[in-house]
C-alpha cells in the first residue's frame, strides 16, 4: 500500500482489509434495503391506483400528478442505485488494491473466474445483479405512463 511514512505493517494491511470488505457488505445491504423500500412503494402505488374511485382518476390534474410522482419516484430510485453502484466500485477498487499486498486475492480472483466460467453456455458473460435491477425503475416508468395514457384514452 502507498504509505508516505513506509510501509504498512502486513497486520494492519489485514484490519484495513477486513474494514473494507464489511463497508462494502454494508453498502450492499443498504442497497438491498432501499430496493425493498422503492419496490413496496411502487408497488402500492400502482395497486391503489388500480383501486382508486375512477372519479378522481378522470381528473387530469389528478393523472397528471400520480404520473409525474410516480416517474419521479422511479427516477430516484434508478439514480439512487446508480449511486450505490459508484460508491461499490469504488470500494472493491480499493479491496482489489489492498489485495495485491495479501497471499490471496478473493475478489479479484471471483470476478476473474466469472469471466471466464465455460459453463455459462446460455448467456455472454456473467449478469451482474445490478444491471437488472436498474431496469426494474423502467419498468415502473412504462407502468406509469401506460397509466397516464390509459386515463387519457378511457
Same mark, same amino acid.
Given at each position: 500500500?502507498?504509505?508516505?511514512?513506509?510501509?504498512?505493517?502486513?497486520?494492519?494491511?489485514?484490519?484495513?482489509?477486513?474494514?473494507?470488505?464489511?463497508?462494502?457488505?454494508?453498502?450492499?445491504?443498504?442497497?438491498?434495503?432501499?430496493?425493498?423500500?422503492?419496490?413496496?412503494?411502487?408497488?402500492?402505488? $400502482? &395497486? =391503489?391506483? /388500480?383501486l @382508486?374511485?375512477?372519479?378522481?382518476?378522470?381528473?387530469?390534474?389528478a !393523472?397528471?400528478? $400520480? &404520473? =409525474?410522482? /410516480?416517474? @419521479?419516484?422511479?427516477?430516484?430510485?434508478?439514480?439512487?442505485?446508480? !449511486?450505490?453502484?459508484?460508491?461499490?466500485?469504488?470500494?472493491?477498487?480499493?479491496?482489489?488494491?489492498?489485495?495485491?499486498?495479501?497471499?490471496?486475492?478473493?475478489?479479484?480472483?471471483?470476478?476473474?473466474?466469472?469471466?471466464?466460467?465455460?459453463?455459462?453456455?446460455?448467456?455472454?458473460?456473467?449478469?451482474?445483479?445490478g444491471?437488472?435491477?436498474r431496469?426494474?425503475?423502467?419498468?415502473?416508468?412504462?407502468?406509469?405512463?401506460l397509466?397516464?395514457?390509459?386515463?387519457?384514452?378511457?
Amino acid at each position: 500500500m502507498n504509505n508516505p511514512t513506509g510501509p504498512t505493517p502486513p497486520s494492519q494491511v489485514l484490519d484495513l482489509y477486513k474494514l473494507a470488505v464489511e463497508m462494502a457488505d454494508r453498502v450492499s445491504a443498504r442497497r438491498g434495503t432501499a430496493n425493498s423500500f422503492f419496490l413496496s412503494v411502487q408497488t402500492a402505488f $400502482v &395497486a =391503489v391506483l /388500480g383501486l @382508486a374511485d375512477p372519479r378522481l382518476t378522470k381528473s387530469l390534474w389528478a !393523472s397528471v400528478a $400520480v &404520473a =409525474v410522482a /410516480g416517474l @419521479a419516484l422511479s427516477a430516484t430510485w434508478w439514480l439512487q442505485l446508480k !449511486s450505490y453502484r459508484d460508491l461499490n466500485r469504488a470500494k472493491f477498487e480499493v479491496i482489489n488494491k489492498i489485495e495485491e499486498e495479501l497471499p490471496v486475492r478473493v475478489f479479484s480472483d471471483e470476478w476473474a473466474a466469472l469471466r471466464r466460467d465455460p459453463v455459462r453456455s446460455w448467456r455472454a458473460r456473467y449478469a451482474e445483479l445490478g444491471v437488472s435491477e436498474r431496469r426494474v425503475p423502467f419498468v415502473f416508468m412504462a407502468v406509469h405512463v401506460l397509466l397516464f395514457v390509459g386515463r387519457l384514452r378511457g
